[in-house]
Each structure stands twice: as C-alpha cells, then as structure tokens.
C-alpha cells in the first residue's frame, strides 16, 4: 500500500533508476519529438538554462515613446528631511506614540543624507521599546484551513443558493417574467403563437419555448430555436423545447457512493475504458507551433463584405419584407457590419430603438413606418431558465466520472463530484467533450477546442483531495517515450510485465518494484489500491530529480513590502496594514496536520528608497537597514531578513508597532515600484526559495529608478488603432523582471490604492507573469474600504499556493496543446511556468489537431503540476481527462458546453486588444460565433425556413452570452471605465475559471423582496433587464467584483425602514459600504444573503448601494447585460437578431 493520505515525514529518495530522470529534459517534455523545442525542465539539473533562453514575453509588446499628460503632482519632494528622520526615529524609537522631529532637516539632498548608510549600514543600538508586546486578536477570522466566516471561506464549490428549485419555483419565476413584460410586447399565448410570415409583426410573440404549461420535453436533439417564420403552427413547439445535455448524461450506477471518506472505493465502481490505441507506425510528427504563445494569432478571416439586405431575401412565405434600409457610412463598432438587415426585423422596434446606438434612424425605413414590431424577450433563450432546469435535472445526483466524454453539469449546479477515473470539473472543464475526428471538421464547425484547468482548485468539505502517491526513489512510474505518467488508461500487458502508454503507445517496461499480476479481465490486482490506476485526479511526491539544481526546496517565504508614501500613510493604509499582519501572520498557510508554518517571513517599507528590516529573534528592537541606491538592487542583510513567524514574534510585532509612527509626518510622495520586486527577488535568491511578494503600492512609479514610468493616459485612443497601446506596458523591463522572478519562484501579489492612474498595465506585468494576483482598491477611505480590502489580503495570505510551479499538457496522439492563457510564463512552447500558482487561478489551454482521432480510442488529456508545497515538499498533480471523439458533427453540437467557451472566447479576445484594434477583435468574435451557428444549422439541423434561427441546445446561450463579452469594459468601455479598470478586468479574466466569467460576462440578479425570510434560499434569479426592474422592489446583482443594491422609488417605507434603517428613500444614503445591522427578518435574510455570496467568490465583493433614478444608476444599468447599453453595446434582442443575419449571410 503505497497511498498515503497526510504529507510524508521523511523522503526516502535516493539515485534515480535511468529510465525515470524526471525532469531531466525529455522527462517533463512531452512527446519528445524531432523539431518539438526540448523541455527546459533540464534547467533543474543544470546552471538554469532554461531560464534564459531569450523568448519575447507573452503577449506583450514592449513600447514606448507613449503620449504623455505629464506626471502627477508631486507634493512635495523634500527629500532632504527623510533619511535621518526614519533613522532618528529608529535609534531612537517613540515610547509616547510620537514621531520624533525631522533632525536631519538641513541636509542638501536626500542621498547625500543617506551616504553613509548606503549599501546596507546597519543601525544599530536601538532602545528597547516600551511598548507591550501586542497580543494577535482572537483569532475568529483567520481559522487556517477551515472556513470559520463567509467572507474568507474557500469559495471555489459554487453554492448556488438554492439548492434545485423545485417546479413550484419555476413557475413562479415563469409568472414573474411575464409580468415583468412590457405592455408593448403582449404575452404570447400559451404553447403556439407563430403568426406566419413574421414573428415580429404582431407583437404576440412568435413563440413560447418556456411555458410551464408545456409538456415534457420530447427527446430530440437537432433542433433548434426558430426566431422567426416557422414553417408551420404547431411544428415548431416540438423543435424548441429541448432536453439540454441529456443525450450524454449517463446516470452514475446505483451502487456507487459519494464522498468516500477511505481509499481505496469499497464499490465495484464501473472501470474507465481503457483506451491504449493501437500504435500508430505513421504517426506525424508535429511540427513547432511557430507562433509565440499567448501572442494572439491573426484573427478569423473577417466576415464577408456585407452585402445589400436585398440579396438576402427571407424565406418565401415572408409577407413583411420592410423595404431596403437606407445607407449610412461605416461607424466605429458594430455598424460597420449593418445592413439594415437584422433577418426579418425591419423597421422601428419600440424599447429598442435604434439598433445600435451611433444609428439612431437605424431600421427606419423611408416612407410611413410598418407596424411596429419587435421580438418578444421571452420568447428567446433565457439563461435563467437554462440554469434552472440543469439544477432541476443534475443537481441531485452527484456526477461520477468513470464515463468518457461526459458533460458535467453547469458551473451553475449545485453538484459533488465522484472521482472514477477522471478528473472533476472542478479541475478540467472542456468546450466540448466530444471532439470532432479531423482537422477538418473541427475548422468547419468553428468550435474552439479547448480546456479550462485549475490544477489546485479548492473542493468542497465533501469531496476528498487527491492522494499523494509515493512510487519510491526512482520517481513516478512513466511512459519511457512521452514521460506521461502513470494513470487510469494504461494499459498492462504481458502478464503485467509492461505497461502500453495510452498517450503515444509506447511500450515501457514495468519497474521490478511496481510490478503486479493481472486478473482475468486484464486489470492489475492491485487497482484500486492505487489512486494512479483507478482515479482521475491525484498526487506523486517528487523526487530530487524534480528539484531545481538536484536540491530539495527550502520552505518558501512571504515578503511583505508596503508602500510608506504620503499618501498610504495619510489615508491611514500602513497603520492598517500593521495592524492586520500582527494577527494575519499567526495564519499562514501550514501542510496538513503541521504546527505551525514552514513559511518565514519578512518586512520591507519604501517610499523612494527601500527600507529592510531585521527581526531576528535575538534583538531586542528591530533594526532598520536603508537602501538608497535603488539602480542597483540588492539586500543588505541576510542573516535576520527572513524568520520564523514564532520565533521572533516579540521583534516582528514591535516593528509593526513603529512603522506607521516612523512615517507618520513624512512628505515623500514619489515611489519607486520595479526595485521594490527586485528586492524581494534578491532576497529569495539569497536564502534559497520560492515565495511570494505582498506589494502594498498607492502611486505612480515615477522617482528616478529603474522601471520608472510617466503618465501616459489617454483615453483619446479609445477606439483608434492604438487603442492597444492602453494594454501594453510602457517598458519592457518589467517583462525582463517577470522572468529572473519566475526563474527563482518569486511570486508577486500587488495591491494597489490609486488616487489616479497608476498604469495597471505595466505594473501588473510582474504579477500576471507569476502566477500573482492584483487587487486594486481606487480612492480608498478607510471607512469604507478597510473591511474589503483586509478581507482580500487574508484570504490571499491563507490561501493554498503552489510555489515555482510548471504545468505540462500531454494528449493522445492526434491533438495538441498549442495556445495558453492565463497569468503565468513561457519560455517554451509546452511547459506553463508560475512562480506561484494558487487555488484561484486557472489556465486555459486550447488544442488542435494533429493527425486524425478515433472514436473508439477517443483522446486524452492529462495534465502535470510539478510545484513545491507550502511545507517545502516537491509534488506532482496529475490531473486526467478522458474525451470522446466524433464523426458527425452533430455529436460534437450536443457535448458542448458555453459557459467554458464564452471563457475561452474572452481570454482569446482580451488578448487580441493586446495586438489588434478592438474593434477587429470584436468582429473576430462575432464571425467566429457566427460560423459556428451557421455549421449547426447547415449539417445539424433540419431543413427548415431560412428565416428562422435555429441554435444548438447547448449553444442556445452562446448569443447572449457573447453579447455580454462583447460589451465588457475591455472590449466596449464605457464612461466610467477608466484606462486602469480596462486593464485590471483584462487581466482578472484571464485567470478566470468558468463559474467565475459566468457570472462577471452575466451577473446574478435576484430579487430581494422576493426572497423569503424563513427558509435558507435565495429568491429566484432573473434577466439583467431594467424591464423585469418593479419599482416597488429592492434588487441585488452581483458579478464576483461589485454587489449592487438597487432600491425602487416606491418601495413600501417599511421594507426601507427594515433594512436601511432609515424612513423614507431619500434619507437611504448610498455611501454605504455595508448593510446596518437591525434586528429584523428581512434585514437578517439579506444580509445573509450578501453574506452567502461574500463567501462564494474569491474576491471579496464591494457593496454599492443604488437608488432609483439616482446618479449611480448608470452605473449598474451597466450591469443589467440584456440592454442596450450606454456605450454603444447592442441589447440581447437586437444582437440575437445581428446573429441569424450573420448567419444567413454565411449560409447563403
Ligand atoms: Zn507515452
């Protein structure tokens, strides 16, 4: 038995067998082919070489010579009275609270002052404090591993609420919506409602896909929503209402149990398939990808050239074909692809007036105006709709994973997860989980191949972390040829003697020590005694082959680094962020049943120069070091830099202590930013580990120093052709700085405070590049902002991390991994690098074909996270994922899944904006979509009226969603998104996982007056539509980065009274950044509501509360995605309607 459940005390490695070299260079590569670049993983064995090999960063395009608005006001630069101040008050620290004067005021410059200390003097002789010792707080808040209250729970298992509405609420939702109807739009009668000839024409709808009044489902899958002239009455309500995803739902087997709490399964749980393939004598061998990653290719070819709406006639029964539109110049965005020609609908649509904005006499027709017409809103797929009948249908029943190719439920569901050979979707979600067979068909469907994985990804209580593995001193057990490791679809041969590699077909002889006799069915007697041969998911200790320069790792350390300018010390930020890390450090992230944590610890303040600290436990009072001459970085103590948290807790707090005092008066505003990095790089590199950087940082880098950046804002440039620029850093030499940090596995996570812009595009290069995080609070007040913000750094601090990590992506033969997204670094073509990479972030790898597949031996994915623990101990996580393969295309329309392409799809275009003008990569996107709906509807779908849309049932979201992508602030800003937000969200999303951009690209909306308050539930979900708004209502929408609280004009006074606290509307003020605490029902329900959501996002969400016809109600009707929007994005209906005509275009 060689599983083990708790960390391995002592690592019984000893000389590697030849065979199993680890990382030596085919080992972490994966087919090691001819022409594929060799893995730089032989870096670990060597003098690093890996890591300079001179690659261009990832998607960044060193520029400079940007326009300028000149730099930001400097309050002051009396530099000259700095240094001997912090030096003063160090040698003499305040026992009363108060600094001590500026004696050192009359020294010319602020270097001459600091000569003498440059280079890393020591201050010594520094009186003991008389402070006390500060006592950590109780430590509520900060239980380690566990999740004691919402805000800082673990919050990857999406707990929608709810548990599966039952139909009841279904039905309410149902009457909910046609209330919320427009007095324009008639509700359309019950089951039918197709007029002939259009379905805009009378306003009855065409049709009601929805109604609770309907039957079951019938069980076909090839068709679609018609939008319009359906052929016949009654023939279209068979096509509409679909089974979504049913055709591949296998129900797990009754006798499987869920969450076991012992390996190995004690059911006889049905085998994965095994899936060796046959060797293939004429296998290709793949070329390089001869672009870089994350450079974005060049987009799809653009869409056709827009032909006259006359040359796409409707369908013949058209009656009401509007008269040609009339002309108009191309427009930025969308109007340079209209024709006038949205399908059928013609001429002015009440509440949706002009099409886009920009063409506000858009559809309407010379002469006298048709009727009116518009497209019934609910007639159209409704998202709320099609998560609410996935967690009727899957949410009861946990999803087992022994199926090849099995779709899991939505993002959305509330579901737990059943590990039998293939790893949960909390890890892997793909596009589509049935692939087509050939290049071909994948290129004529469109259909991106691709995976979303978060490899550390938190689970829920009830499921059970992988298992670490432990093959002994010769390393995991490995294909000899692709280094693919030991898993559930090898498969033994020759009594057990050798093993055929599912990945390349390689034969590889078993190890003596590993060997094991096989039953009569082919399977090793030993199967589920071992997670690698029976599960999906799980882990293997690494052995020193696996070590950067043959050497195990030191446990890794945190290096907190706050910026002690005027203006974090004036808004009270140090003295916050002092306080919070004397409790916060009894916290850090600890291995399993350890003691205490492995991680030390260290403590850096800068302003234009860079302070270090020495809190060795052995001084009385800590020890101030400066360094002045920020060109060339380096650390001036070693010994007393880093320490145990325990050990010098006397020393740390009393730092803690002096620190805002030692700054309180100071009038330094300027800041270096790139030598703050440096620092703590130098300092890992000097003891010898990975970790992470926690940059607290206010301002503008503009002080004379290396990475010093200039104002270059300019929102001018908003859709121009240098939009780009926006995106890109300033300087190259933060990418040169991302890449020495990944090679040493320094991660950097950055806070940021901003009064103005602070270029979050090239400071958050460093970050992005790691593995980091960014966290930007803009003008921040203590009173609102402080319980935000500490809620984010303890849940950062806590959270698991995986440290000088690199993830490799095998396949079976036949695909490949050639594209990447997300916050990490490449300097080859395979392997993902991250200085660290935590239980948040995710990558999406895109595949393409290299040879044909089959669908017998379908394909295979497996996924390798070499990463040194919190402990120090050096792992791999395997994650793998058996897929289908398929030859009609139609099997590859029915395994998809939306919300994981809308996921890729936004990474795929937030990248663009970094090469390409916006507006191409929008047109990108909608040619794109385009041609998938149009490849369903060729070679799916029946024949029908051209005139109608007709989208796959797993795809019926794809518009809406898309259109919510479109209009994001990266790719459609609007008013209030300044240049930084732009930036920041670009890079938010793309470490996203899918349950994540669900809901940013479609926020939640519920209700609040409609919940009740004696059950645990939250009310149902509705459209983002200002329509389905009752002015009577209170409603909250959350994104995973705002919660809005809107207040309707004629709430009843005592639902105000109950939850504001206040009497009337006009006394609610929205400077609240929290909910009052009152003793009442509804204010109980909704702030457990806000409570709940708190603790499902990873980021803690700021409260914003709106009221009705109130200024910052631009703000969230931002927000309500169904739309038009202010700037300029389309509304669902009408972009719906930009579709199909994109479509018939296609077709045509
Ligand atoms: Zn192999």
Redesign the pocket.
């Known amino acids: 038995m060689s599983v083990n459940q708790q960390a391995h005390a002592g690592p019984p490695y000893g000389q590697p067998q030849p065979g199993y070299q680890g990382y030596q260079q085919p080992a972490y590569g994966g087919?090691s082919l001819p022409g594929v670049p060799q893995s730089q993983y032989g870096a670990y064995n060597g003098p690093m070489p890996g890591y300079q090999q001179p690659v261009p960063p990832q998607g960044y395009f060193p520029s400079l010579g940007f326009p300028s608005k000149g730099s930001p006001v400097s309050l002051n630069s009396d530099t000259s009275s700095l240094a001997p101040n912090f030096i003063g008050s160090l040698r003499a620290p305040p026992t009363s609270g108060a600094p001590p004067p500026a004696s050192g005021a009359s020294h010319p410059s602020g270097h001459l002052a600091y000569s003498q200390f440059e280079h890393g003097d020591v201050q010594n002789g520094i009186p003991a404090s008389a402070a006390p010792m500060q006592r950590p707080p109780a430590p509520q808040p900060f239980l380690p591993g566990s999740a004691p209250t919402p805000v800082s729970q673990i919050s990857t298992f999406q707990q929608y609420g709810p548990p599966p509405g039952s139909v009841q609420q279904l039905r309410n939702h149902m009457a909910g919506m046609t209330i919320g109807g427009t007095a324009a739009s008639a509700p359309p009668p019950a089951g039918l409602g197709y007029v002939s000839g259009s379905f805009s024409a009378t306003g009855s709808g065409l049709h009601t896909p929805y109604s609770a009044s309907q039957g079951p489902p019938p069980a076909s899958v090839s068709e679609g929503l018609p939008l319009a002239q359906p052929p016949f009455p009654g023939h279209t309500v068979s096509t509409q209402r679909l089974p979504t995803q049913v055709p591949a739902f296998t129900p797990p087997p009754p006798s499987t149990g869920v969450a076991p709490s012992s390996y190995p399964p004690t059911t006889g749980a049905p085998r994965p398939p095994a899936m060796p393939g046959p060797p293939l004598p004429g296998q290709t061998v793949p070329a390089p990808p001869s672009s870089q990653p994350n450079h974005v290719s060049s987009p799809p070819p653009p869409p056709p050239p827009s032909t006259m709406a006359g040359l796409h006639p409707g369908p013949p029964m058209s009656g009401l074909h509007g008269p040609p539109p009339p002309t108009h110049p191309p427009q930025p965005g969308y109007q340079m692809q209209q024709n006038g020609s949205f399908g059928q609908m013609r001429g002015p649509q009440p509440n949706y007036g002009g099409a886009y904005p920009g063409a506000p006499n858009y559809g309407s027709p010379p002469g006298p105006p048709p009727p009116p017409k518009r497209l019934d809103p609910d007639s159209i797929p409704s998202p709320i709709q099609v998560i609410e009948d996935d967690r009727n249908n899957r949410g009861s029943e946990p999803f087992v994973t022994g199926v090849r190719g099995q779709v899991p439920p939505l993002v959305t569901t509330n579901f737990l997860v059943k590990d039998q050979g293939n790893a949960s979707p909390r890890y892997i979600r793909c596009t589509s989980y049935n692939i087509p067979c050939t290049s071909d068909m994948a290129k004529q469907s469109q259909v991106p191949l691709a995976a979303v994985i978060k490899p550390l990804a938190a689970l829920p209580p009830e499921e059970t972390l992988p298992y670490l593995v432990d093959h002994g001193e010769s390393g995991p057990v490995?294909?000899?040829?692709?280094?693919?490791y030991m898993c559930p679809f090898m498969q033994f041969i020759e009594g057990g003697r050798r093993f055929q590699?599912?990945?390349?077909?390689?034969v590889?002889e078993v190890p003596p020590h590993y060997f094991q006799h096989l039953d009569h069915t082919g399977k090793r007697v030993d199967y589920y005694d071992r997670p690698e041969l029976s599960l999906g998911s799980y882990e293997f200790l690494a052995t020193v082959d696996y070590c950067k320069n043959n050497k195990f790792p030191s446990p890794p350390a945190f290096i907190f680094m706050i910026d002690v300018s005027y203006n974090a010390v004036k808004s009270g930020l140090v003295r916050l962020i002092c306080e919070e890390l004397k409790s916060l450090l009894d916290y850090l992230p600890r291995e399993g049943n350890m003691e205490e944590s492995a991680i030390r610890v260290g403590f850096v303040t800068y302003n234009k120069v860079l302070h270090f600290y020495n809190v060795k436990s052995s001084l009385a009072q800590p020890q101030m070091m400066v360094v002045s001459d920020v060109a060339d970085m380096f650390v001036p103590l070693l010994d007393g830099f880093l320490v145990n948290v325990n050990e010098s807790r006397t020393v740390i707090a009393s730092l803690l202590d002096q620190i805002p005092e030692m700054f309180a008066d100071t009038r330094e505003t300027e800041t270096v930013f790139a030598p703050v990095i440096q620092a703590g790089l130098e300092a890992l590199k000097a003891a010898e580990c990975a970790g992470k950087l926690f940059i607290f940082h206010t301002s503008l880098p503009i002080a004379e120093a290396p990475g010093k950046l200039k104002n270059r804002d300019d929102r001018k440039l908003i859709n121009t052709d240098k939009e780009k620029t926006l995106f890109q850093p300033q300087t190259s030499f933060y990418n040169n700085l991302a890449k020495d940090c990944v090679a040493q596995g320094c991660c950097v996570d950055l806070f940021l405070f901003p009064n103005q812009y602070l270029d979050v595009a090239t400071l958050g290069v460093v970050p992005y590049q790691t593995g980091g995080s960014i966290y930007k609070y803009a003008y921040f007040q203590l009173e609102t902002d402080q319980y935000r913000f500490l809620n984010d750094l303890r849940r950062d601090v806590q959270k698991e991390v995986g440290f000088d990590a690199v993830m490799r992506v095998?396949t079976s033969t036949g695909i490949r991994a050639t594209d990447f997204f997300g916050a990490f670094y490449m300097s080859n073509t395979t392997d993902v690098e991250m200085a660290g990479l935590d239980c948040d972030k995710t990558i999406t790898v895109e595949f393409k074909h290299d040879d044909k597949l089959s669908e017998d031996s379908g394909a295979l994915l497996q996924c390798a996270l070499l990463y040194t623990s919190c402990a120090g101990q050096r792992r791999l996580r395997i994650h793998n994922l058996s897929l289908n393969c398929c030859t009609q295309l139609a099997d590859l329309y029915r395994n998809c899944e939306t919300d994981t392409l809308i996921n890729y799809l936004a990474k795929y275009a937030y990248r663009g904006v970094l090469s390409s003008p916006v507006k191409t990569v929008r047109d990108a996107l909608i040619n794109q979509c385009a041609q998938i709906l149009a490849c369903y509807r060729k070679n799916c779908a029946s024949p029908s009226s051209a005139g109608q849309l007709i989208l796959p049932e797993c795809m019926k979201l794809l518009p809406v969603y898309l259109n919510c992508v479109l209009k994001s602030d990266v790719l459609q800003p609007g008013p209030e998104a300044t240049t930084d937000d732009r930036a920041y969200i670009r890079q938010l999303v793309t470490s996203m996982d899918v349950a994540e951009t669900n809901v940013f690209f479609y926020p939640r909306l519920l209700p609040l007056t409609k919940a009740d308050v004696d059950s645990d539930s939250l009310p149902a979900a509705i459209r983002n539509s200002e329509e389905r708004l009752s002015k009577g209502d209170i409603y909250l929408l959350e994104n995973g980065l705002n919660i809005f609280v809107w207040v309707g004009v004629s709430v009843q006074q005592s639902l105000i009274q109950n939850l504001f606290g206040v009497s009337s509307f006009s006394q609610i003020s929205n400077a609240l950044s929290t909910l009052p605490v009152l003793e009442n029902p509804f204010s109980k329900k909704v702030r457990s509501i806000v409570d709940m959501l708190q603790g499902q996002r990873s980021r803690y969400m700021k409260l914003i509360i709106v009221k009705q016809e109130d200024k910052l109600e631009m703000l969230f009707k931002h927000f309500l995605v169904e739309d038009k929007s202010l700037s300029g994005g389309a509304s669902y209906v009408d972009f719906l309607c930009h579709m199909h005509k994109e479509i018939r275009q296609l077709l045509s």
């Open positions: 087919q490995r294909c000899n040829r692709c280094k693919a590699c599912c990945f390349c077909s390689c590889t095998r």
